[in-house]
Nanobody, 120 residues
């Protein structure tokens, strides 16, 4: 199987920065798309940013210019640099990956989530 483990969440004041990381491990042959999603209390999970294996990125309008997604294909890592944080960025952030396993299975895998709290 494949596991995603996030790290880097925490409490930060408005205007501050945090860096989230997500490491994939297990029976991985190759990881295609990777991304970050978030879910605020009482709201649906929403896309934050995605990145293809080739490095093409896509961002939610609400985070453009403040967040940067990056990945290391050799290490099966994806990062999310979050700057100029706002209270409305408060949410549980989830890592997502589209994985081709060594058994030739295509899996969509989610991490357990990491809480980001931005105080005003």
């Amino acid at each position: 199987q494949v596991q995603l483990v996030e790290s880097g969440g925490g409490l930060v004041q408005a205007g501050g920065s945090l860096r989230l990381s997500c490491a994939a491990s297990g029976s991985i042959f190759m990881i295609n798309g990777m991304g970050w999603y978030r879910q605020a209390p009482g709201k649906q999970r929403e896309l934050v940013a995605t990145i293809t294996r080739g490095g093409s990125t896509n961002y939610a309008d609400s985070v453009k210019g403040r967040f940067t997604i990056s990945r290391d294909n050799a290490k099966n890592l994806v990062n999310l640099q979050m700057n100029s944080l706002k209270p409305e960025d408060t949410a549980v952030y989830y890592c997502n990956a589209e994985v081709l396993t060594i058994l030739n299975e295509n899996l969509e895998v989610w991490g357990q989530g990491t809480l980001v709290t931005v105080s005003s």
